[in-house]
């Protein structure tokens, strides 16, 4: 049986799992990779340790239940259903035979179903409604949940602000959120505490070439030439990320929109940092895309939204991103009002970290550049702006570039 009541459970299976994550870590920081000098060493540990131990009083997970090492510290349907086994083997007799990551809080999709987690991941996050926003069939409703993946944590300190909304300015605020959200404690965290979290977390990074590029950025130095040698093919998808992805995935850290192709005015003016790319569902009319359909899609929920400029707007959205949580993703951007907007990810470390996007409904890195080559041609030809198409001949060394190099 499950057993969601165990509010202590220092003796619990996983706890032993993930406490057996943590040594290699504590090895890393004493070769120097989380810093060099005793001190850098001595925080990064009490942060490893307090990242990787239940919090006290809480609901015996902590934050590496759900951000696993092995997964670029983020979760995998693979992780998930290892660990979902072993609950299920585990002799029933046995009081111990808890996992914490099986929590009703936030990790099933109705009582004792935790289809969405052991399929895709996906996690529950009851995200407030601001007061421009109701839930169309529950008008009184004062939230909304919505099912998104445990983010890779890798490059933070260029990152921020955080959340697949962008609604947590800091690291520390962030891991406040997350006791309250998914921990359950009703002890309040230290703010040494929370820096030592934060430290540790700055220090994470999903390659030794994504920590170069770093050490150089805090230096205020050029980003160094990471890539390893390319072959020919990799060369020319590199070539082709540039062109059709790199200027969303924009910057050393990635994540900065350089150009804006997708809503006039197409000079600069309006990149707006959320963006629309089609992944919750459904499509816009007009919109195919491999990664929608029965299998991927999620359930929906109607919206009313109130706009700026007067009047009200409906949508059937599986979620709506930052229209949620953010005034500024309701203007209008080029005079098209815009929803379903979401942060752009950093994209390190993103070959050990599949599925992919918020809903982790690309299974593969090729599942992803087919859905972008299906929203490129949907922007260019039905929506008539001049994003280029993206040819059935750049998928493969796109794919082959991205491989070899993040
Ligand atoms: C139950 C699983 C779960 C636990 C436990 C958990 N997280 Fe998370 N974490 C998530 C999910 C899901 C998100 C994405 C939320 C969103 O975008 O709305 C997230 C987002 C984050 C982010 C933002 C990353 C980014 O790139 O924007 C950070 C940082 C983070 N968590 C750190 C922590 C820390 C620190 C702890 C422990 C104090 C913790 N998490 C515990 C599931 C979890
Ligand atoms: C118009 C801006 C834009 C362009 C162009 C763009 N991306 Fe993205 N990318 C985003 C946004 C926004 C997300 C998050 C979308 C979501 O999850 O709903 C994202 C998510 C991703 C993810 C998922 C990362 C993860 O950790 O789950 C990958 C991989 C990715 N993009 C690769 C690419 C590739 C490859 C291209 C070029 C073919 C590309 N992107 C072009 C904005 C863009």
Redesign the pocket.
């Known amino acids: 049986m499950l057993n969601h009541q165990v509010a202590s459970n220092a003796m619990s299976t996983s706890r032993l799992s993930e406490f057996a994550l943590l040594p290699p870590i504590i090895a890393a920081i004493e070769r120097g990779e989380f810093g060099s000098t005793a001190e850098d060493k001595r925080r990064a540990t009490t942060g490893a340790t307090n990242?990787f131990a239940p919090?006290p009083g809480g609901n015996g997970?902590?934050?590496a239940?759900?951000?696993n090492p092995n997964d670029g510290y983020s979760?995998s349907p693979h992780t998930v259903e290892a660990r979902w086994r072993r609950l299920q083997e585990a002799p029933r007799t046995d009081p111990r035979a808890d996992d914490p990551?099986f929590r009703n809080i936030?990790?099933d999709d109705g009582k004792d179903d935790y289809t969405l987690l052991r399929t895709r991941a996906l996690?529950k996050?009851r995200?407030p409604l601001p007061p421009r926003v109701r839930l169309t069939d529950a008008p009184n409703a004062t939230h909304v949940t919505v099912s998104?993946?445990?983010?890779a944590?890798s490059g933070?300190q260029f990152?921020a602000p955080?959340?697949?909304?962008r609604?947590?300015a800091t690291?520390e605020e962030?891991?406040r959120a997350?006791?309250k959200a998914?921990?359950q404690s009703s002890v309040e965290p230290t703010p040494e505490f929370l820096e030592s979290?934060a430290y540790f977390?700055r220090q994470l990074f999903a390659n030794a070439g994504a920590r170069r590029v770093a050490a150089a950025l805090v230096e205020g130095l050029a980003a160094p030439e990471v890539d390893p040698p390319l072959t020919a093919l990799e060369k020319q998808g590199k070539e082709k990320f540039e062109l059709f992805c790199g200027k969303c995935h924009g910057g050393a850290a990635q994540v900065k929109n350089l150009e804006n192709r997708i809503f006039p005015p197409f000079d600069g003016t309006t990149n707006p940092v959320s963006i629309n790319v089609g992944v919750s569902n459904p499509l816009p009319s007009g919109m195919t895309s491999e990664i929608h359909g029965i299998g991927f899609d999620l359930p929906t929920q109607r919206f009313t939204i109130d706009l700026p400029a007067g009047g009200s707007v409906q949508l059937l959205s599986s979620d709506p991103g930052t229209v949620l949580t953010d005034v500024h993703a309701l203007e209008t951007v080029g005079g098209n009002q815009v929803f379903n907007r979401f942060?752009i990810?950093q994209l390190r470390g993103i070959n050990d970290t599949a599925p992919y996007f918020?809903d982790h409904r690309a299974q593969s890195l090729e599942d992803v550049v087919r859905h972008y080559q299906r929203f490129f041609a949907f922007i260019n030809e039905v929506r008539g702006f001049p994003l280029p198409k993206i040819p059935d001949e750049d998928v493969d060394p796109m794919v082959a570039y991205m491989r070899k190099v993040f």
């Open positions: 990242f919090f997970r902590s934050c239940t759900c951000h979760l990551l936030d990790a996690i996050v995200v998104r993946a445990v983010p944590l933070l990152t955080y959340q697949q909304d609604t947590i690291l962030q891991a997350a006791l998914h921990m979290i977390e942060d990810p918020h």
